[in-house]
Structure formats: structure tokens, C-alpha cells
């Protein structure tokens, strides 16, 4: 830490303390904070500090270097006892602040029936109820979130009857958009083409297929099977490259990869991976 002089207007700007990383890359100075010049050094080595005197004061300063406590990875635990079940959750910055929020959904079978509850993670580290959103009517499981409409905030895709509940924009008044879709049971969101805009991946009685973005109000698909045997009651989706560089899908249980084979262009019969349970 270097500190420089009493606070009075000559020693505010001379001699101006400047401090260089072992790289002599440029840290921090004291004409760019003002006052004092406090600096967090958390990787050892030898630092530099500069010193200027642009008009020959002769105002002191002193340099001292203490250690500082490691704060806290976590804040104390924060216990959430809704007191009835939710049907999922979901972690992801949706206000764009840079702080991940927290998402919880719960169902018609809830007291709280088809509702998105937003909790959004404050400065200290605590959450606050910030939005609850009605949903169409859902079970509540199978939330996903990634950024749908490419504005760089997080966005939510929840499986409801008949359909997804997509929301973006999410604030203390968003809805959904609907898109029609009945029996769908788990999501998934990636970049499947590689296109830049976020993908759709859902699965369900109908089998699974890619909604192609960019959303929220997603028209195209590709179904990639009919096939329900494995994913119609718990299914779940992952995605992972495939050598030809593009994203696979893969459906469980048991694990199910069907290759992209081409752009948009999936291998319809699927390649079971063995020993993961399914025959
Ligand atoms: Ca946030
Ligand atoms: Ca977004
Ligand atoms: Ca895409």
C-alpha cells in the first residue's frame, strides 16, 4: 500500500505515487484514485513504485505494506424454507448486474401455483425477492436459462403444459412468450449450429427436437427422433462436440447421442453409448 502525505490540496498532486507490477505493467496511480493510494496486492513478487514531483515540492509520503484478511468465499449460508416443494431451480444473472441470481419455479400442485420466483443476489451477497411471474399452468421441473435473444442477459425457458414458457427481460412484470408444444419435460440451450444465436433443445413424449434461435419467439425446428423410450419420463439433454466440430445431443436415461452430422443435419437412429444402461 502506498500512501502519500496528509490530505491537503499541494500533496493531493505532488509527488504522485504510481505503482508498476513486476511485469512494470502499470497498477495503479494516485492521480487516478485521488487521495490516498490503497492497493490489493494478491500475487507476490517485486512491485515497483514511481515517484513524480512535477514542481520540486517537498511534501512527504510514506509507503507501508500490510497483509489483509482473505474474506470469505461464501457469506453465511441463507436458508430458504418455502415449506413446500419446488419443482426446479436455476442460477443466472437475468438483471445484468454481474450477480447470479436465483431462480426457483413452482407448479400448479404448489401454493404458490405456476409461479417463477426471481431472487436477485445483492451486494452482500444476499438474495432478494425481486419478481413472481405467473407461468402457464406447469409441473415446474426442467428450467433452463441462457441468453435467448442475444442482449448479453441471462434469459429462462420453463417446460409447461403444452409448451415452453420462455421469458426474457426479466423484471418484476415480464411474462412469457408461449411456444405451443405439448408434453415437453426437460430443455436444454446451447448453440447447437454454431450460429451465435442460442439454441432450444427439448425433450418429451414427442421425442426430442432444436428449436433454432435467435428467440424468444422460436418458429424453426429440427426433430431429431420420435423416439420416447428413454427420455419421455425423466428426459435430459446434454450437448458436447463431436469431431466434425459441431454439438451432438445426447438424451438419457441411459445415453442417447444423436450426431450432428451436418449443419442442422442429425443422425436419426442415434448412437447408444454402452454401459450406460439402456438397450
Ligand atoms: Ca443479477
Ligand atoms: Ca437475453
Ligand atoms: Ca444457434
Known amino acids: 500500500m502506498s500512501r502519500a ?14 505503482l508498476y507490477k513486476p511485469d512494470l505493467s502499470f497498477t495503479a496511480s494516485q492521480v487516478l484514485t485521488g487521495g490516498d493510494l490503497a492497493v ?36 453465511a449460508p441463507l436458508d430458504l424454507d418455502f415449506g413446500f416443494p419446488a419443482g426446479s431451480v436455476g442460477v443466472a ?16 400442485s404448489s401454493p404458490l401455483g405456476d409461479t ?14 425481486s419478481a413472481a411471474l405467473p ?18 442477459h441471462a434469459d429462462i425457458a420453463l417446460p409447461v403444459n403444452n409448451g415452453i414458457d420462455v421469458f426474457t427481460h426479466v423484471g418484476p412484470t415480464s411474462s412469457p412468450v408461449f411456444i405451443p408444444l405439448a408434453g415437453v419435460k426437460q430443455l436444454a440451450i446451447a448453440d447447437v449450429d454454431g450460429d451465435s444465436h442460442n439454441d432450444i433443445v427439448a425433450v418429451g413424449t414427442f421425442g426430442a427436437r432444436v428449436y433454432w434461435g435467435p428467440g424468444p419467439a422460436y418458429s424453426t425446428f429440427t426433430s431429431l427422433t420420435t423416439d420416447t423410450r428413454g427420455n419421455v419420463r425423466r428426459g435430459r ?5 463431436s469431431p466434425n466440430g459441431l454439438l451432438d445431443v445426447a438424451t438419457s436415461p441411459g445415453v442417447q447421442i444423436y450426431g450432428q452430422t451436418g449443419l442442422r443435419t442429425f443422425d436419426p437412429s442415434g448412437r447408444h453409448v454402452p454401459g450406460s444402461g439402456r438397450s
Not at 502525505?5 to 504510481?18: A, L, T
Not at 439433454?237 to 462436440?241: A, F, V
Request: proline share 6%; charged share 15%.
Open 5 to 18: 502525505g496528509p490530505p491537503s490540496f499541494d500533496h493531493q498532486m505532488d509527488p504522485v505515487v504510481e
Open 40 to 75: 490489493n496486492i494478491s500475487a507476490t513478487g517485486d512491485y515497483f513504485v514511481r515517484v513524480r514531483n512535477l514542481n520540486g515540492s517537498t511534501a512527504p509520503y510514506t509507503i507501508s505494506v500490510t497483509t489483509t484478511g482473505t474474506p470469505p468465499t461464501f457469506a
Open 93 to 108: 444473472d437475468v438483471n445484468g448486474d454481474n450477480r447470479k441470481d436465483m431462480l426457483v419455479a413452482f407448479g400448479h
Open 116 to 129: 417463477l420466483v426471481v431472487f436477485s443476489q445483492t451486494a452482500d451477497r444476499s438474495l432478494a425477492l
Open 135 to 152: 407461468t402457464d399452468v406447469m409441473a415446474g421441473g426442467g428450467m433452463t436459462t441462457g441468453d435467448l435473444d442475444g442482449d448479453g
Open 237 to 241: 439433454e446434454s450437448t458436447g462436440h
